[in-house]
């Protein structure tokens, strides 16, 4: 079955430079949810997309942007990187059908490292 | 404010025995709980989910949690612990209309020969 694609897998930046990370749900999925983990932590949502509508808002600096295409993909853009925003960054998608009961199923991640 | 907390970081258990991961919620609405794992260097994949239907839930590899309203808890079990088992496991709770999960901490389950 098809799953949650992310791309690129691993990034390597240096302070200050700007990064895209991209998301591509799974086929029918509508809804899109970025989340990020720091060495050693829990998941910390960051942002959600419904039918390319922001839907919900977390923890996301604002030097961090995001937006869902129509195609149903998503890209997080992220600027003036700073070391601390080194993690891994997941992204999940949901159909609508599930939303309240909410599986989302998540992508292997993008390891950001920012040196 | 709906939270997760799950009662020790670092579970060591020997390939056989009970698997026991504890999670207790906080809500002031009944909660959609999840178990999700991670795999080393791996995504989040999902082990169960409680839904506010049948408050025994059955997932995936054998492994079993059980929803306590009186209790707040939703603590995950295996009976036979496997060294395949060795992951990260992460409680869950869904949060809003946006169904956004907020994690736990986790627990860092270690099976040892």
């Known amino acids: 079955a098809a799953g949650v694609i992310q791309s690129p897998r691993h990034l390597i930046k240096e302070k200050r430079e700007t990064a895209t990370l991209k998301c591509y749900p799974i086929?029918?999925?509508?809804?899109v949810y970025w989340y990020q983990q720091g060495p050693g932590q829990d998941p910390q949502f960051l942002i959600s997309f419904y039918e390319k509508m922001q839907s919900d808002k977390g923890s996301i600096p604002d030097r961090f942007s995001a937006q869902q295409f129509s195609d149903y993909h998503s890209e997080l853009n992220m600027s003036s990187l700073e070391l601390g925003d080194s993690a891994l960054y997941f992204c999940?998608?949901?159909?609508?059908?599930?939303?309240?009961?909410?599986?989302?199923?998540f992508g292997p991640g993008t390891r950001l490292t920012v040196l | 404010a709906q939270s997760v907390t799950q009662l020790g970081s670092h579970v060591s258990v020997s390939e056989g025995a009970l698997v026991l991961l504890r999670c207790n919620y906080s809500s002031s609405v009944p909660p959609y709980l999840f178990w999700y794992v991670q795999y080393p260097n791996q995504g989040l994949q999902l082990l169960l989910k409680?839904?506010?239907?049948?408050?025994l839930v059955k997932g995936i590899n054998g492994f079993e949690a059980e929803f306590k309203k009186s209790e707040t808890s939703f603590h995950l079990t295996k009976p036979s612990a496997h060294m395949s088992d060795a992951a990260e496991y992460f409680c869950a709770v869904s949060l809003g209309n946006t169904g956004k999960l907020i994690f736990g901490q986790g627990t860092t389950l270690q099976v040892k020969p």
């Open positions: 409680y839904t506010s239907a049948a408050t």
């Open positions: 086929p029918r999925h509508d809804t």
């Open positions: 999940a998608s949901s159909y609508p059908s599930t939303l309240l009961t909410n599986e989302q199923f």
